[in-house]
């Protein structure tokens, strides 16, 4: 799949070293949602609804994520993990509005 927006954010953001930067990945999706272009976020947004459509098994979801560069494992289902992210990315997004 192709979604560029959520695959910066992820490889930006959620990369090898993103504990060193961040308590956990929510914190992460905050810092990318406040700084980051809002029309960015709000496609990366898109991107994650069209993943979660997507017919895609959790290991397939896990294999996904570490092709795009994403360093954090969840410590939940993906679908619930990426579910969180979108909406806190969506909260803090239309605060800068």
Do not use: K
Not at 10 to 34: C, K, N, P, S, V
Not at 67 to 96: F, H, N, S
């Amino acid at each position: 799949m192709n979604l560029p927006n959520l695959t910066q954010f992820l490889g930006a953001y959620l990369h090898q070293d993103w504990d060193l930067e961040y308590r956990d990945a929510t914190d992460g999706a905050i810092d990318f949602a406040r700084h980051d272009d809002a029309d960015c976020v709000r496609m990366a947004i898109s991107e994650i609804e069209s993943l979660l459509a997507a017919e895609l098994s959790e290991e397939q979801l896990q294999d996904w994520l570490l092709g795009a560069g994403c360093y954090y494992l969840p410590g939940e289902p993906v679908r619930e993990w990426l579910r969180t992210l979108r909406e806190v990315m969506t909260e803090e997004v239309a605060r800068r509005a």
